[in-house]
């Protein structure tokens, strides 16, 4: 790829990751809606909470939240950029990993019971999902030839990746039903409007704060939808065909779980999390590394 | 254009009713009435509610509690006191501990009448709070342009 279309591409992901999945979120409220045998909202609801937001007064309990949510939507803008652009898998991890510490940096510094409450929470999930995320690099690494981070060589595999890690893609898909901030009512900040928590780490963030908190989410489902996708990518200029397809699927299977695990508590999401990563990324990486000790 | 009034986050809060309204204002979320299809979403939060609706009579323990809710909430917000008792205290007025209906502690907008009010007219009530939710932000925002 040439350096105009990397830029063409992070541009492309600036501009379109918050219209694709604001309206993929529309749908999922839509279909929800449908589930539960109701009507449910317009499909671009999710735009306009989005601008009354912004529109709201802005109320902050300290100055120093609005930065450190800046910074939180800043670090996962950068990892979207690196990784359309194409560039090393491993650096879009650790980026979306230090934007979660803005996040809990600016949910503690109100000192409001619910967002600490919230944050401890969000500590455990992050517990429960990193280890997950970093292996689905490593198993990225290890399944391409010759081994690399780099998500440009990845997407261009002699093969769709999912063949060597189908393993390392039900983990992953297992752990974005945490990411999404989905279904069990209590974890640390949910998008359903009532649980346990109040709204967890987003409890003090008033209008604008909140506002820039979704389009952060936004933009950070965009990357994760992306890594769903690249597990399908390959030389055949169709497999992006076979990505979209799988991301609908997984999106879809998200409001599924969504509808039929309201009851779910956090303390069994957190110990299935480490349960489907040790057994079915663990598994997978052992098989791998056997397949690959008799190829040589 | 302005959109704001497609997205009116609700606060419930119960004062000290007898519970029949809660259970009506409830209802409204379910699929025979579905208010989410306005984009009314039932939050938890004042700090993300535009509208605050609050069911029972205040008494001399909840007059903080309600008043607190009310400063917490972001501008424009708009206020609708959910049945007989919210409106004016109701059959509970006379009590040594209720202060009266929700305007006796924060400026009440919207007054839905009702022992207990049915959800049809909740919902009439969360419309017109919607509508006067629009104006208020327009004002608002008609303010800040002057400064």
């Known amino acids: ?296 | 254009m302005s959109t704001i009034h497609k997205s009116p986050w609700l606060l419930h809060y119960d004062g000290s009713s007898c519970n029949g309204c809660d259970i009506e204002v409830l209802a409204c979320t379910t699929p025979v009435y579905d208010v989410e299809r306005f984009g009314v979403i039932n939050t938890g939060n004042p700090m993300h509610a535009d509208i605050f609706l609050v069911t029972g009579g205040v008494n001399s323990q909840n007059a903080s509690v309600v008043k607190q809710i009310y400063e917490q909430m972001p501008e424009p917000k708009v206020v609708i006191a959910v049945g007989t008792c919210a409106c004016t205290g109701g059959i509970f007025k006379e009590c040594y501990n209720i202060k009266g209906g929700a305007d006796t502690v924060i400026p009440v907008d919207i007054y839905v009448p009702g022992c207990a009010a049915r959800p049809e007219s909740i919902i009439d009530g969360v419309v017109k709070g919607v509508a006067l939710f629009k104006e208020k932000a327009a004002k608002l925002a008609a303010s800040e342009k002057a400064n």
């Not at chain 1, 929800?32 to 909202?41: D, F, L, T, V």
């Not at chain 1, 601008?51 to 939240?65: G, H």
């Not at chain 1, 230090?98 to 503690?108: K, M």
Request: overall charge positive.
């Open chain 1, 1 to 296: 790829m040439t350096v105009q279309t990397k830029v063409i591409l992070a541009v492309c992901y600036i501009i379109l990751a918050p219209v694709v999945i604001g309206l993929l979120d529309g749908f999922d409220r839509k279909i929800s809606a449908r589930m539960q045998g109701r009507k449910g909202p317009s499909v671009l609801q999710p735009f306009y909470d989005l601008k009354k937001l912004f529109e709201k007064e802005a109320l902050c309990a300290n100055r120093a939240q609005l930065f450190l949510i800046r910074s939180y939507l800043m670090f996962i803008m950068l990892s979207g950029v690196l990784f359309f652009a194409g560039y090393d898998l491993l650096l879009v991890v650790f980026a979306l990993s230090t934007s979660a510490v803005f996040l809990i940096l600016a949910a503690t510094s109100t000192h409001s019971p619910f967002s600490s409450q919230g944050t401890h929470r969000e500590l455990a999930q992050i517990m429960a999902c990193e280890p997950m995320e970093l292996l689905v690099a490593v198993g990225f690494y290890l399944a391409t030839v010759p081994r690399t981070f780099n998500v440009e060589f990845i997407s261009k595999s002699f093969s769709p990746n999912i063949i060597y890690l189908p393993g390392f893609f039900i983990g992953f898909v297992f752990i974005l039903t945490i990411k999404f901030r989905k279904s069990p009512f209590d974890i640390s900040t949910s998008h359903h409007a009532h649980q346990e928590v109040v709204k967890g780490v987003t409890a003090e963030m008033v209008g604008r704060e909140y506002a820039l908190v979704t389009l952060a989410e936004w933009y950070e489902s965009a990357v994760l939808y992306g890594i769903v996708g690249l597990f399908f990518m390959s030389r055949n200029p169709f497999s992006i065909v076979y990505a979209i397809i799988a991301i609908l699927v997984v999106w879809f299977l998200e409001i599924v779980i969504d509808n039929t695990s309201a009851r779910v508590k956090w303390q069994l999401m957190l110990k299935l999390a480490w349960g489907v990563t040790i057994i079915a990324a663990g598994m997978n990486l052992f098989l791998l590394e056997i397949i690959r000790s008799n190829i040589r």
